[in-house]
Structure formats: C-alpha cells, structure tokens
C-alpha cells in the first residue's frame, strides 16, 4: 500500500479580505480608515422646546434644525429619523416583535409622529416643502438644491404619545406617587449624509438602530 500526503494550499483568512474593509483610499479618508485631506462632515444644530403633559402623555414640541452642508454633493432633499413611528401599528418594528410578553412588546400602539406643521427657511424664503413619510423615516424635499457651504433651516412642530409599553428607554408606569416616565428619542433628527452611502436611512426595527 502506497500513501501520498498533499499540501493544502486553502487559506481560510482568504474568505474574508474582501470584507475586511473594502473602500479603496481617497481624498476624503485613507484606506486605513482615517480621515483624509478632504474629510468633511455635515452639521446640524438643534433648537428645542417642549412640553410634557401628565393628563394626555403626550409631549409637544418646536423645533428649529439648522442644516450646514459641508460635503460636495448638491442636495435635492433631507431625510429625517422618526424614531417614534416604531410604535405606530404599521410599522416594520411592530411588524417583527411579539405584541404581548417581550422585551420589545408593543402591547399599546400610538400614531408615532404627529407632525403639525413643517417650514422651510433658506436665505430670505420660507416654504412649506414637500414630504413623505416612510415608516421611521422622513424626506423633506428642497425648492433649490443645497450646495456647498449653504444652510438650510427646518421648522417643526410634532407631538407624540409617550406608550405605556415601550423599549428599554421608553415608557411609563404608574405608582401611588402619580405617572413616571422614561423618554428617549423624543424629536426628529438629521440622517447622517456621509461619502460612503449618501444618506443614511436604515429603518429604525428597535433591536438595532
């Protein structure tokens, strides 16, 4: 009887270079991953106010959000994260949890975001713009395209319902000492617009985010 004993030539790390980190060096950020000689970062500077009512649970709120556009892209329109639409029956975080006994139940649904009025401020010209609403996610659509540099400011008025069943960071339980609540995510935020995906708009599920 004769045996022969070959060399493997397979590399398992192999499999996974071309995951490791696939985006080529550029201007904006080296290959290694950090910033370039171009590296830029949008900017977005929040005003708030808001109220909280114990009667209805609700919170009320303005908001002003000055937009900077400090990338090289024109930008056509802004995306907006509405994280409180995660509680509204239709949503996909309803659509992919338990309704009754788990950590992320949504035993108690809300209508989300209310959004009562909506403007847009651009030099000297203010207009309501055109939106839409996609489960926890908003675009807002600009008359003129934003450039380089520019600044934008968004007015908004919202309200929303705070649930008896939330997540981990959301909710209210009543004691004999009256209603306590624990509030997070509690006004629409800028997307992050980056020089890798453009506009960053992964529905907001509830385990991830």
């Not at 959301?170 to 020089?195: I, S």
């Not at 907001?204 to 985010?209: A, D, K």
Request: charged share 20%.
């Amino acid at each position: 009887m004769c045996l022969f004993a070959q060399e493997s030539k397979y590399d398992h790390r192999a499999a996974f270079n071309p995951q490791f980190y696939p985006y080529p060096g550029n201007d904006y950020r080296s290959a290694s991953g950090e910033p370039g000689p171009k590296y830029w970062q949008n900017k977005a500077d929040y005003s708030i106010q808001c109220t909280l009512s114990p009667e209805t649970h609700a919170v009320s709120g303005e908001i002003s959000i000055t937009y900077t556009n400090n990338s090289p892209d024109n930008l056509s329109f802004l995306w907006l994260q509405m994280d409180q639409n995660i509680y509204r029956s239709d949503s996909r975080g309803s659509a992919t949890t338990t309704q009754s006994g788990g950590r992320w139940a949504n035993a108690e649904f809300t209508e989300g975001y209310q959004i009562k009025d909506i403007k847009v401020k651009a030099g000297t010209e203010a207009y309501v713009p055109e939106k839409v609403v996609a489960d926890t996610r908003m675009q807002v659509w600009l008359k003129n395209k934003l450039a380089t540099g520019q600044q934008v400011t968004l007015h908004i008025q919202y309200q929303f319902t705070i649930p008896e069943y939330g997540t981990d960071r959301m909710g209210r339980v009543n004691t004999k000492n009256g209603w306590v609540y624990e509030v997070a995510q509690w006004f629409p935020r800028l997307c992050v617009y980056d020089d890798i995906q453009g506009w960053n708009t992964l529905p907001y599920i509830g385990q991830g985010e």
